[in-house]
């Protein structure tokens, strides 16, 4: 290959150009923000002001808690939902397979407001179908919108119904880009499906696993439409309010942008250090 | 006129070089064959003459205007490609006249260009059809007319062939012969097969390891080698190897005896200075430099493990009593049903320990 | 041989029964949502259970039409998602061109980068994004807000970058040598071979456009001005509201969306399985 340096960059040149405009510039400027008082006029510059403000802010801490207590709960349950509909449906044995596979994808293509307004009316208290349906089988009412813990509850199976079958399509290609003789090859040597699973299928999917973690943590840190429309702004009492609802709150509804910037500074650093030990753990071992 | 003219030519892909200064002078009308085993950098010589590689030292000439710094498609050159690199999405027709279109040449005689090029290659009844459609050999004869409709003082093949099978090969040899003969372009090929190297070329370039072995004429190469190297590449079944050593000199030549066989010796003729007595050789015979007894210098016995029919001629697979493989070719009506046969050695090449030819 | 199969049989239905019910589940919101848009609102707030569609669909969305302009939403939000998978194709891909095929300085400063900014939260750039684009440029409540910050897209780059760089050399080569200018290559020799490429990564923009729901709320939020979802989220949650005209919004902003996916499943898996867009 010549080198084309003018050529390249030409063609890279609008894209770099947005870059640097919406991503670069934003950045650097979020940084800058965190450290200045912006509920005076003009903005000044006190570097210990928001910071100082988050770490004795029991509304930060709140936030903090309710994300990564999604997080913990939420991401692993989804991935290894996903796992099981993948490999179930990547099954010899399965008949039908375009109809499994179209209730199990197409929540992927529901937007984030209308399956909120799905889900609130589907769980709300006195006329939603969930309730009739468990009074019907002789359980009981539950409140999912007025106590805490039915309200986690709700938006982590919200979440977990809109992106399972989207981490089930990625699973799903991972394994059938594994060739297939691997597992002729195991079976001549009699080698049980489930100990095939364990170790073939997983161990040669670690990359795609945890591609699929890294983007299921990323997007669940930054958790807003489902306690915004779902549990009512974070309901109740904050029980359900997220470090993306608290930024909302703080930078769009308060419009103190530099504690905003702050509590997304916080995201940023969580995100990049989970990812981190993410990496850590599945490392190539060697 | 369409010289194509290398000086000093270096290609080096970060520290590492792979090509370690090249000179070739071909000559205006002349069929040049780079030839040698993969990675011996044929291809990327004549992808720096296509301008598609840049050349890191030395120059190259095209009828005698320096190019290390023009375009590829200012250069009079046109390159036939190893897989086609047809444009799958488009038409016989489209993929002849791309080129032509997207440079804004007149419609007209792009038009005139397509039709003679799909004339001379026969494939006027194929011009709507898409790539996909096309046999290997109709492919490659599109991917040659991509590069007639250009009208180019030199042609670039690089192994063109290799994507064919044995009977195709031969076929499409044949018309790039024709080719050339009709079109009197200058053409420069690269293979890895020594056949179509023979058969094609004006003369060949023998590379190795990114350095010139030889260049001469098919023959030439065949008949008189410079070195270990190009007498084992060109040949097939390829040149026989048999250790031995100087042991004296006579009015003839040098007398060298056949390693763990004593008796086993020959003479040979040597126009420069002689190793000196006791220095380590290499003797060289072709399969069908081996005669049968009394025919030459000496005789030898060996051992037959196959035989291999071909027909008029046979092949015999066969080892040397001191271990060393040797293949004698055979008039079919002459192959021995023993285990054992003596052979003599009619004609043979000496070599020095670093390979070089002693002649 | 007879014991294989009975066995297969066996692993076959027990396969079924666990993934029968899994999957009416799974379809039961959307099952709903499409119940709901039929029922009358005081259907809705019924004691009893309703499984079955009604046919309440059309007076629904006219109470929703009442309640917010629908129609006029549904039209930017097209045109907004339209323009933007175009622009967004043709940008993503010229800059994967530019990485799959030439070796340039700085090149991997740059790929560096774009992965260095898959790991990275939206939320980081949300705030002085906002500020830019509303108060430095003046640009809240315009299409310009609406489509070109979210043009930087990392993952539909890398996307295209390894579409690109999967074909063959010497097809680009062949086109160099005959004087082709290179943006002509691009236009005419890559994007053609991409297509199935660049259909999946525009299906995946567009929904992603259609879809989009936080900046369009923080950057649009004048009547005039608002996409379908962000004028379907600001009724939730009134309290004097049709919910059955919510339900009607619901199901126009995916009935059109699960048919596309039906239609184009292909491409869609493709992109999403190649992690073309989050």
Redesign the interface.
Known sequence: ?????A??????A???L??S???V???I??FM?SFQATRTVPWRFAPGFNWGRLIGDPAFFNAVKNTLLILVIQVPVMIALAMV?AV?LN?P???ARG????????????????????????FSL??G?VN??LN?IGLPKIDWFSNVTPAMALIMIAVT?RWA??NA??L???MQSIPEDVYEAATLDRVSKLKQFFHITLPLLKPVIV?CL??SI??T??L??EPF?IT??GGPGGGTET??LL??RQ??RSLN?GY??A???T??AL??AI?LVQLWLTREKQ | MATVTLSNVVKRFGAFEVVHGANIDIKHGEFVVFVGPSGCGKSTLLRMIAGLEDISGGEIAIGGKLVNDVEPADRGIAMVFQSYALYPHMSVEQNLSFGLRMTGNPKADTDRRVKRAAEILRISELMDRRPRKLSGGQRQRVAIGRAIVREPQVFLFDEPLSNLDAELRVQMRVEISRLHKELGATMIYVTHDQTEAMTLADRIVVLRAGHIEQIGRPLDLYDDPDNLFVAGFVGSPKMNFIKAQIVGQDARGVVVELAGQEKTRITQPLAGAAPEVGSKVIVGVRPEHFGSAGEGDTDLVVAIDVVEHLGGTSFLYARTAHGEDVVIQRDAAKVPTTSEVTVSIRKSYLFDEKGLRLR | MSSLSSARLRRSIALHLFLTPLALIWLFPLWMMVVFSTMPDNGIFSPGIELLPHGNFVDNFNNLQRDTNFVGAIGISVSVAVTYTFLSVLLTSMAGWALARYQFFGKGVVVGIIFGTITLPYAVVLIPQFIMVARDFQLANTWVALIVPPLFNSLGVLFMRQSFSMMPDDLFDAARVEGVKEWRIFLFVALPLARPMLAALAIILFLASWNNYLWPLLINSQPGSMTAPVALGTLIGLTKVSWGGIMAGAVMLTVPMLIVFVLLQRHFIAGIAAGAVK
């Not at chain 1, 290959?1 to 340096?5: A, E, G, I, P, Q």
């Open positions: 290959m010549r080198n084309r340096n050529t390249a960059y030409r063609f890279l609008p894209y770099l947005i870059f405009v919406f991503w510039w934003p950045i400027s979020s923000i509909m179930l099954s044995l399965l008949k109809l499994y596979r179209f209730a199990f994808f197409a929540p992927v293509v529901v937007g984030e407001v209308a399956y909120s307004a799905v889900f609130r009316l589907m006195d006329f179908i009739k349906l019907s119904w079958g989207y399509i990625i799903l290609a991972g591609f890294v983007l990323i997007g840190m930054q807003f439409t429309l009512e702004r470090l993306g930024l909302y930078g769009f942008f905003a910037s509590v997304a500074y995201m940023a995100a990049i990812t």
